[in-house]
């Protein structure tokens, strides 16, 4: 591994989030609030520690496989025990454990909380809370990698160990400049939605921090009662409809911009996505009315919000949908599981692997029935080879043993099972909220510091896809080999 290169890229990263946190700070500086001694010192921290790691001279300026899965652990770690400090040091959340929760909460873009009440806390912290969002969405690393000149040859293996879902690739041929080009995108997404929700009648601090929640598929509100506080119809739609753009591929978004606007539509992936969200409307719209809303409108209204939010793993909510029926319920939480497709800035499982997943099990059923037939599992018209098939096995069946283990732990807090499961479903999937005492209008404070330790990390494994942190864990991973 080169050690050297990997902390090098480490401090170059720490640099890159003390200049994020500037705009929080300017914001603490408008609003004269107690966030801003917070952000100072943060932001002098990280250049302490970001120069002298940024400043070594590798041998090699290659970043091979092991050295980006190492970056991107690390780098994760690191972003947020350092994005936690203006929480600790402002004092809006005295716990360092709990502000590290918050933090890494924010990062992934998952929007669990541990805080009991949010509007009263200072206008920079809040600012910097959802700015995190929107800093973890597209990825902090892809961030790094937009904005300064390639690190070294190999840099796509960051991007690969980062990018949610399988198979991240180049959209052109320099990885710097394919970086930027996605971030454009996101840049472009982000301003138009500011501007829509500033014209729905939301105050121009609200409109960013929820579409930096939108856009970033995070979650994190200023409102206690999230979305739902300014009762705001056109706002909802807005939102929603953001949401659901950016739980899907954003190189679609790049194919639709060089003129190819069929991209979106013959995308397999893209229509079993809408397909499940269209789905999955109309049976909440239809259970919901009469027996929880007066009017389908009403019913329609909020059964896509909540759809499109959990889907997509923004984990916003326009009503106290805990309180739905069971079946409702159900089909949220499913939807926990299956998430955003892959390239979106959505976390969870993602669509592609649910598709050929149910792909692979009709295909065996049809070998079962002409065993001497031969059943390729196509996706876009190729056929998938078996490596890739097999890894997302292995990643699938690695995501529920990690649930289950995950959930092992936390039921030793003593809470009902509904809470215990959504909990780890929430935080994995990097949803938000789940249901019972983290419903949408509960929150995570009241677990041991044992289970935020393990959330934290479920919320790491998950926006991570798994095996960057676990390969931390391997003794072989450290080891030197030839290369």
């Known amino acids: 591994m080169n050690f050297k290169m990997v902390l090098k890229s480490l401090g170059i990263l720490l640099i890159c989030e003390a200049i994020a946190i500037i705009p929080s700070l300017a914001v603490s500086v408008i609003y004269n609030d107690k966030g801003l001694q917070a952000f100072a010192y943060t932001i002098l921290l990280l250049i302490a520690v970001g120069l002298p790691l940024m400043s070594l001279k590798p041998q090699s300026r290659s970043i091979y496989t092991r050295d980006g899965f190492a970056i991107v652990a690390f780098g994760w770690i690191l972003v947020s025990l350092f994005g ?54 597209m990825g902090v690393l892809v961030l790094t990698l937009a904005i300064l000149p390639s690190v070294g040859a190999g840099t796509l293996q960051i991007m690969k160990a980062e990018s949610p879902g ?20 996101y840049f472009v997404i982000t301003v138009v939605q ?189 056929a998938v080879d078996e490596k890739t098939l097999s890894e997302i096995k292995s990643f699938f069946f690695a995501y529920i043993f990690i649930f289950v283990a995950a959930v092992l732990v936390v039921s030793l807090d003593g809470f009902d099972i509904v809470t215990t499961l959504s ?12 249901f019972a005492i983290v419903g949408p209008m509960g929150n995570f404070s009241t677990m041991s510091v044992l289970s935020k330790i393990v959330l934290s990390f479920s919320m790491l494994i998950g926006r991570l896809e798994i095996y960057p942190i676990l390969l931390l864990t391997m003794p072989s991973f450290w080891k030197k080999v030839n290369i």
């Open 84 to 137: 936690s400090l203006p929480f600790y040091f402002s004092g809006s959340i005295p716990s360092l454990i709990d502000g590290i929760f918050e933090a890494v909460s924010g990062f992934t873009t998952t929007g669990a909380s541990i805080l009991t009440e949010i509007e009263s806390l200072p206008k920079g912290i809040l600012f910097w809370r959802s700015f995190t969002h929107w800093m973890g969405g």
């Open 166 to 185: 399988p198979n991240p690739g180049k959209l052109v041929p320099r990885m710097g400049k394919t970086a930027k080009i996605l971030y454009s995108i």
């Open 194 to 382: 500011i501007i829509l929700l500033v014209i729905s009648g939301l105050p121009l601090f609200d409109a960013c921090v929820h579409t930096f929640g939108t856009v970033g598929t995070g979650g994190f509100s200023n409102m206690n009662t999230s979305v739902g506080a300014y009762n705001n119809v056109f706002a909802e739609v807005i939102i929603t409809v953001f949401m659901l753009i950016c739980g899907a591929n954003f190189s679609l978004y790049y194919q639709v911009m060089k003129g190819n606007f069929k991209a979106l539509f013959k995308d397999e992936e893209f229509r079993f996505y809408m397909g499940v969200v269209t789905a999955s409307i109309i049976l909440i719209t239809i259970n919901l009315y009469g027996s929880v809303f007066v009017s389908i409108g009403e019913s329609l209204r909020h059964s896509s919000f909540q759809v499109a939010s959990i889907i997509t793993t923004t984990g916003y909510s326009s009503t106290d949908f805990d309180k739905w029926p069971i079946f409702s319920k159900l089909i949220l939480f499913f939807l926990m599981f299956i998430g955003g497709c892959a390239g979106s800035t959505g976390g969870a499982i993602k669509n592609i692997r649910i598709l050929l997943l149910i792909k692979t099990l009709k295909t065996e059923l049809m070998q079962i029935i002409h065993p001497r037939a031969v059943y390729p599992v196509r996706f876009g018209g190729k």
């Open 423 to 434: 909990s780890v479903a929430a935080t994995l999937g990097n949803i938000g909220p789940g």
